[in-house]
């Protein structure tokens, strides 16, 4: 299996799991109204922040989904997605930072969103 290192492995990454996302019945309610032009793009930009320490990402994470009426279940599934596509596409360092990395992210959002999870 391949390591995930490069910009090219994190547009891999991005594109399979969002093409689960719209497919899921849980989140694409959520995201199937989106402009994927646009948001792809950001997306990979983040985890090449997140994972290879690339400049350029300044959004708020948690500002940009805090409109969404989003709960647990929500963040259970998008987490588990993604680690599923994580798994079925590479190993290595900075995969397993990628798994922990959305745990976190998913862990803030919702505490935020639903304070008395």
Do not use: C
Request: proline share 3%; charged share 20%.
């Amino acid at each position: 299996m391949k390591q995930l290192e490069t910009a090219e492995d994190i547009h891999q990454l991005v594109s399979v799991f969002y093409d689960k996302v719209l497919q899921d019945e849980i989140l694409a309610p959520f995201f199937s109204r989106m402009d994927f032009s646009a948001h792809l793009p950001q997306m990979e930009k983040f985890w090449r922040f997140a994972l290879l320490a690339e400049t350029g990402y300044t959004t708020n994470v948690t500002e940009k989904h805090l409109h969404m009426p989003l709960h647990q279940a929500h963040f259970d599934r998008w987490l588990s997605l993604f680690n599923q596509t994580l798994d079925e596409l590479f190993e290595g360092e900075l995969a397993v930072q990628a798994k922990q990395r959305a745990a976190v992210i998913g862990w803030t959002i919702n505490s935020k969103m639903n304070p008395s999870h």
